[in-house]
């Protein structure tokens, strides 16, 4: 079995991954979006609203001897070979960061050993088990799926096409009954029993309950459309669906969940990615985990627009012309800030950057703005102010009151264990908010900041 790990947008020599040949040849320079249509998962759905991460990106990209990763995390195989993509920010060997990040973001317990997995299969399987609630609930706001299946009968109101065969062998001598199939329009389908095949196998996993508790109402309404569901017909519900897959365009939600749930039930048979010339993987965009991660350290100061689910949306100009979605609006009226989460090292941040929280500030009033990156030393603020007057004139100096805020996440490095570098991890992350807090003067931000020195 050949296994390589590379890291996200970094450059890498071809001849590195003369191991993976096979592997390579399938991935390296298509993009995610066709990746996406030969099976393998990118969370967040790509082909909707995304912004970090788009459908022309490439995993692997060709540029003369080397190949260059893009800002996506995730595992990949095909057959036995194996390629994971970590993150740039990772330490000391080991990918404790990616392993926190998705911890945090999907609020599950510590499902995913990155390390010490004796399977490196599992890795796969236990991401795409704790996306399983997602997938759910994206396919039922659809509502639950139905379609015609045909149902068997014995009774005397015959009302479809009668069965000859099975009608001599269970009426005979005839009593009144005959035996008869008729299509009916129904919930209990054969794609809603493999929904319930896979919520009850993963309901008998130590961590099931609590993972199918995020999706508790979709998990209820399951149960309610399969009242004939057998466990011991799980392998017949499972080649049904290998078969008949979900093709039409409206329930592009469906298809992907049917595709997940073929995946998770076939595992215990080592068959994921079903057959030893299919590529299959899953990939996260790390930007995406970044933004959501530091929203769960910041939530309590800052309104959290989210381009993906379409909420909070914001406007440069009126009538509502210019859809924007800062990563980042305080709650505080009085000294308005804005912050944008950048998955970058420090000088990575440029003109581009700059000009798009320059705007977002100008429309919302606000002097300062901020940029949460993750660093692997301990910088200190990069205070930026804002220029007045031009070269021409000789009059540029800089202002007072306006300025922009490089403002790092300390990454731990050097760290052996995953509980000493999750522990860390608490430590940093009230540092890194008090250095927000610290940074504004407003009443609102000095209360919040009372509350986290309490």
Known sequence: MSRIKIKDNSRIPKESLSGISLLTSKIADKTLEQLENEGIFVFPEILREADDITKDQMILQSVNNYYLS???????????????????????????????????????????????????????????????????????????????????????????????????????????????????????????????????????????????????????????????????????????????????????????????????????????????????????????????????IVDEIFYHPMNKATKGSQRLFDHNRGLIYPDFISRDSEARVIADAKYKPIDNIGNRDYLQVLAYMFRFDAKKGFYFYPEMGEEEDAVMWLNRGSTYEKNVEAREDICLIKHGFQIPTGIDGYSAFTEQMRCNEIKFLDGILTSVTSKMFKSALLEVDE
Not at 101 to 124: G, H, K, M, S
Not at 135 to 141: C, G, H, P, V, W
């Open 70 to 296: 893009s800002n996506v995390m995730g595992f990949m195989g095909l057959g036995d070979e194996k390629l994971i993509v970590e993150s740039r920010f990772s330490g000391n060997g080991r990918d404790f960061l990616f392993q926190y990040l998705l911890e945090r973001v999907f609020d599950v317990p510590n499902i995913v050993d990155l390390e010490t997995d004796a399977n490196n299969d599992d890795r796969v399987f236990n991401l795409l088990v704790f996306i399983f609630p997602h997938y759910l609930k994206s396919a039922m706001r659809k509502g639950v799926f139905k379609t015609y299946v045909r149902k068997t009968y014995n009774d005397s109101n015959v009302k479809g096409t009668i069965d000859i065969a099975r009608h001599i062998v269970k009426n005979t001598p005839f009593v009144g009954n005959v035996a008869y199939s008729q299509r009916e329009y129904s919930f209990d389908n054969d794609l809603m029993e493999l929904i319930r095949h896979t919520v009850e196998f993963i309901r008998h996993k130590p961590y099931g309950h609590k993972l199918l508790a995020q999706a508790k109402d979709e998990v209820k309404d399951v149960v309610a459309a399969t009242p004939n569901y057998e466990m011991c017909n799980r392998q017949k519900i499972i080649d049904v669906n290998k078969t008949n897959t979900i093709r039409h365009s409206y329930y592009r939600e469906y298809c992907e969940l049917q595709n997940l749930c073929l995946l998770i039930l076939q595992h215990q048979k080592h068959q994921i990615g079903m057959g030893s010339k299919k590529v299959y993987g899953l990939l996260f965009d790390g930007a995406w985990l970044w933004e959501e991660y530091m929203n769960s």
